[in-house]
């Protein structure tokens, strides 16, 4: 006879956990996520096994952290969740490349990718504002303006993966069907804006890649005269 696990078993085990995390200094797992992250994502050149199984483990942590322990509403959180839940991306590309999509699982890192690139930027922005404009950039630094930034991003990396879908779904018709002068139109304009979209996608990358590297290089020097008087 199957015995059924009793759904007061889940919110136990749940309890349980969301205790554990309250008794953390979750403030250090943050850190240590962005760490990972921006080794992810702004360090290596291509993601591996290794970094993409850890990344999405961080994720699934930090998205459990931040809607259980004891958190404050800040910006920075939501940035950070919105970081959290684009591994949802990589989850689903892994479920449907093992069922034998080719296409789609793709497209669907790619989105990961520029989703991560750019949330990381933004909280690397924030950390410079707090640590030189606190005051002059607090009206600024909302949690009603991260999610609309969050929001914004989202629909911008949507829209360039849908171009990216209907080049491939255009370039599959052109090889299966007859030409048509309005349909070779439109591939040729589909594939031009996709080639300019990825080119600006690549100098993009680079850029953020600097920023990232001088902000937290100007952090870093600003905090360290502060250190030594504190230790003095």
Sequence with gaps: MQKTIPACFFQQMYSSLTGILMERDHMKDLRRYLALKYIQYLVLSSSNAVSTLLGLLGSAYTMILLHSA???????????????QADILVFLSLVLGGFGVSSLPRVLLVANAHLSCVLLSCVA??????????????PHRTVSNARLLSRGIWVLVAAECALFLLD????ASAASAPSCSARGLLLQLSSTATALLQSLSYIL????????????YKIFF???????????
Excluded at 125 to 136: D, G, K, Q, V
């Design 168 to 171: 491939e779904r255009l370039r």
């Design 70 to 84: 004891k958190v404050s509403s800040k910006s920075t959180a939501v940035l950070i969740s919105s970081l959290a």
């Design 205 to 216: 990358g680079i850029l953020l890649r600097i920023v990232n590297v001088y902000i937290y």
């Design 125 to 138: 922005l924030e950390a410079y504002l707090i640590t030189f404009l606190p005051s002059e950039s607090r």
């Design 222 to 232: 600003s905090m360290s005269p502060r250190s030594r008087l504190k230790s003095k």
